[in-house]
């Protein structure tokens, strides 16, 4: 059984910075996704970010230039850098993987930016 484990949220002020980390266990195929999704209050669930293996990395347009992505080079690890936070960015952040797509999701990590 695929187990997800996010650390690394918190409460930050407009500006600040956190890095968000994802360990995943329990799998019994190739990792060759990895990503980030994200819940505000009230909304639905968005993509942020994903690794894939090759080492290509997207974003969604709403943090490409403040976050980055990064994978672990051995074991099951990705990596979160959340640079320039905005209000917006507020919300539980969800650490997802997969063999060609995201299928397992961790329980979320929240992240909370203040003014």
């Known amino acids: 059984q695929v187990q997800l484990v996010e650390s690394g949220g918190g409460l930050v002020q407009a500006g600040g910075s956190l890095r968000l980390a994802c360990a995943a266990s329990?799998?019994?195929?190739?990792?060759?996704?990895m990503g980030w999704y994200r819940q505000a209050p009230g909304k639905q669930r968005e993509f942020v970010a994903a690794?894939?293996?090759?080492?290509?990395?997207t974003y969604s347009e709403a943090v490409r230039g403040r976050f980055t992505i990064s994978r672990e080079n051995t074991g099951n690890r990705v990596y979160m850098e959340m640079n320039n936070l905005k209000l917006e960015d507020t919300g539980v952040y969800y650490c997802?993987?997969?063999?060609?797509?995201?299928?397992?999701w961790g329980k979320g990590s929240p992240v909370t930016v203040s003014s």
């Open positions: 997802g993987v997969g063999p060609s797509g995201i299928e397992y």
């Open positions: 690794w894939r293996s090759g080492g290509i990395k």
């Open positions: 329990g799998n019994s195929f190739t990792i060759n996704v």
